[in-house]
């Protein structure tokens, strides 16, 4: 099991998660521009992320290319149970609960949840 990932390191990951193997400075150039990260920063991190084995490198010549150990899928099922367990008891009612208390769903939001709980009573 990956041990849980910054939210910079994230950042790297969906990088990766998109398209891989990449080099350091290509992760670099399709990071998030807004963050202001230098080549550095996104090497620090792709260190950081192969300590905790999310991500594994291979030698291609003088760099490394990079690519996700784990894929998003299973990040996201992993930190979604993760997230519902400590918040709200590992139940998922209490959490749609307050999202709807809160305003927090849309229209759209509320059909696609009918929609997959009618699919998940067939």
Not at 17 to 22: A, G, K, M, Q, T
Not at 63 to 92: C, H, K, M, N
């Given at each position: 099991?990956?041990?849980?990932?910054?939210?910079?390191?994230?950042?790297v990951m969906e990088v990766l998660w998109e398209?891989?193997p990449l080099t350091a400075q290509d992760v670099?150039?399709r990071v998030d521009p807004a963050r202001g990260?230098?080549?550095?920063?996104?090497?620090?991190?792709?260190?950081?992320?192969?300590?905790?084995?999310?991500?594994?490198?291979?030698?291609?010549?003088?760099?490394?290319?990079?690519?996700?150990?784990?894929?998003?899928?299973?990040?996201?099922?992993?930190?979604?149970?993760?997230?519902?367990?400590?918040?709200?008891?590992?139940?998922?009612?209490?959490?749609?609960?307050?999202?709807?208390?809160?305003?927090?769903?849309?229209?759209?939001?509320?059909?696609?949840?009918?929609?997959?709980?009618?699919?998940?009573?067939?």
């Amino acid at each position: 099991m990956v041990e849980r990932i910054s939210d910079a390191e994230h950042a790297v990951m969906e990088v990766l998660w998109e398209e891989s193997p990449l080099t350091a400075q290509d992760v670099s150039e399709r990071v998030d521009p807004a963050r202001g990260w230098s080549a550095a920063t996104v090497k620090t991190l792709l260190g950081r992320l192969l300590s905790k084995e999310a991500v594994r490198h291979e030698v291609d010549g003088r760099r490394y290319l990079y690519s996700p150990a784990v894929q998003r899928e299973d990040y996201v099922a992993r930190e979604s149970t993760r997230l519902i367990d400590r918040l709200f008891g590992g139940r998922l009612t209490p959490l749609v609960a307050h999202l709807a208390e809160r305003d927090a769903l849309s229209d759209q939001d509320i059909s696609e949840i009918e929609a997959l709980l009618k699919a998940l009573k067939q």
